[in-house]
């Protein structure tokens, strides 16, 4: 019985619908930037597999489901950008360096950090691709030998951090202009920062998606020499 509704596609999707859901809740009613959906979600549904003795292939039989929209959605931000085109016009000087830059600083700190603590090959080549979206991460990291859970948990949680930390920042160092708040959150904290970009404006949010595509393109490119 047990194994006829958990191992069911539709455990997964609803386990992870209602868990995304009860995180936007929670963020909505207290505004607590630690009350991440994405970390909430986290947080509610490992404990349920856990309590209930529920193997995970149970429930990626739903979760892989969720996973087929993930490319999409990430392609819809193609409306915001074409919806805020002449300002991308405008500042799309800017776009390149910052995301030239950002994609440089990311995978450098990255492949130093692995040098100095002696970390395996394929190690370093999930962790590379941390800043990029989970689709082309996962790409890159497989190209390169990588393993794709570590790629997955570090895409996630550097889209977590960036989109909690992120705004603080932009609060603390008084950083008022909206192209360069989006550049900022794209850049640091891919689809995730985006998501949050949105909710500061439309400008954020187009700009932040711009930033997002370019800074994958630059780190695929650049991954290649570093591994």
Not at 70 to 76: E, N, S
Request: net charge neutral; glycine share 8%; with cysteine.
């Amino acid at each position: 019985m047990k194994e006829a509704i958990c191992a069911n596609p539709l455990f997964g999707i609803t386990l992870s619908i209602a868990a995304y859901a009860l995180g936007q809740w929670l963020y909505r009613k207290t505004k607590i930037a630690i009350l991440n959906p994405l970390l909430v979600s986290y947080l509610v549904i490992i404990p349920v597999l856990l309590i209930f003795d529920i193997p995970l292939e149970w429930y990626e039989e739903g979760g892989d489901v969720i996973n087929l929209f993930l490319a999409p959605a990430t392609a819809v931000l193609a409306i915001t950008v074409y919806q805020q085109r002449a300002i991308i016009r405008t500042h799309l000087a800017a776009i390149v360096a910052g995301s030239l830059v950002a994609s440089v600083g990311s995978l450098a700190s990255v492949w130093l950090l692995c040098q100095i603590f002696a970390l395996d090959t394929a190690v370093v080549a999930s962790l590379l691709p941390k800043s990029i979206t989970t689709p082309m991460a996962i790409a890159v990291s497989s190209s390169l030998g990588g393993i794709q859970a570590i790629t997955v948990l570090a895409v996630i949680l550097t889209g977590i951090c960036g989109s909690i930390i992120g705004p603080v920042l932009i609060k603390a160092f008084r950083i008022e202009d909206e192209v360069v708040q989006g550049l900022a959150l794209g850049a640091s904290s891919h689809a995730v920062g985006t998501s949050k970009a949105l909710e500061l404006g439309e400008v954020q949010g187009a700009l932040s998606s711009v930033s997002l595509v370019s800074c994958g393109i630059v780190t695929v490119v650049l991954s290649l020499f570093l591994v």
